[in-house]
């Protein structure tokens, strides 16, 4: 009986197994953190043997993909993307793709929350990927509440899973949390919450403005109740900041015909400065959030 080829064979098994259960570059890529809104990723394919591009996730979740268009990114993980990538790109334009995507810093933080109304210091804040952030330790963060802050009826406003124009706004005590210890009145915060905090007593109203613009933060109404419009109010923090999105402003208000549901409203204020269309300018309402995103750029 001839025994070389299944010496062979027995060798062929050995080497194969051996290296069977070798992680490749793909697998060893993050899959743990999830991708929120916001984040900057370095998407590469190894086969191109060039440098990594940089992509940041969209306001729809979405990442820009050279040959493929946009993906979508948030909630899963980096591993995750990876893998989804693979699969489109070897349909037509790879016979094998080795695709590596990372987060641009390992310690970069998981997302922003935006804090407006009566503290010391409003604006964005960094939620750290390794821990968790709440209202009160978040407020705290920003040097506290002012004197004048109601600060048993914090709000916090969400954009509602699966709803892009539709908000859920949670009420939270935050003077509870702090001075009586009740930490079970807290809640943990996620990307893109914004948090209100109001005057214990208003008069005539506020409204807000987050993002890129000059001077971000409260602003009071009219005490005789003239009317402001949005582009008044871009003007009056300052005028938009050098990376706005001036085409694409979003004015958060509650629903009128829906108590306790918030809507989501789409203003080009460039077109309403700059070509003078004053029929698309808006009259702001008492509690009105107007965000003024960057425009994101892909390398």
Request: include cysteine; charge should be negative; aromatic fraction near 6%.
């Amino acid at each position: 009986m001839n025994r070389l080829p299944l010496l062979t064979l027995c060798f062929a098994l050995l080497f194969t197994s051996g290296f069977a259960n070798t992680p490749t570059q793909m697998d060893l890529l993050n899959d743990i953190r999830r991708i929120v809104i916001g984040d900057r990723l370095v998407y590469q394919v190894a086969e191109e043997r060039a440098e990594g591009t940089l992509v940041f996730v969209n306001d729809q979740g979405m990442v820009e993909i050279p040959l493929l268009g946009l993906v979508r990114a948030e909630g899963i993980t980096c591993r995750e993307l990876a893998f989804r990538i693979k699969e489109k790109l070897e349909v037509e334009f790879f016979h094998r793709a080795t695709v590596l995507v990372r987060h641009q810093h390992a310690d970069n933080s998981r997302g922003r929350v935006n804090i407006v109304g009566r503290v010391a210091r409003p604006g964005p804040l960094n939620i750290p990927a390794d821990q968790v952030m709440t209202v009160s330790s978040a407020i705290l963060q920003t040097g506290g509440f002012l004197p004048s802050a109601d600060s048993r009826n914090v709000l916090v406003r969400r954009q509602q899973e699966g709803e892009e124009d539709r908000f859920e706004e949670i009420r939270v005590n935050v003077r509870r949390v702090l001075e009586e210890g009740d930490f079970g009145a807290d809640l943990p915060v996620r990307p893109e919450d914004i948090i209100v905090v109001p005057e214990s007593a208003q008069a005539g109203g506020n409204y807000y403005i987050t993002g890129a613009v000059s001077s971000p933060g409260e602003f009071k109404m009219p005490a005789d109740g003239a009317d402001v419009t949005l582009s008044q109010a871009i003007l009056r923090a300052g005028g938009f900041a050098q990376f706005a999105n001036q085409s694409d402003v979003i004015v958060i208000r509650q629903d009128p015909e829906n108590p306790g549901e918030q809507i989501r409203l789409r203003v080009n204020v460039k077109a309403i400065l700059e070509e003078g269309r004053r029929s698309e300018d808006i009259n702001l309402k008492a509690d009105d959030i107007i965000r003024v995103r960057e425009v994101l750029f892909a390398f």
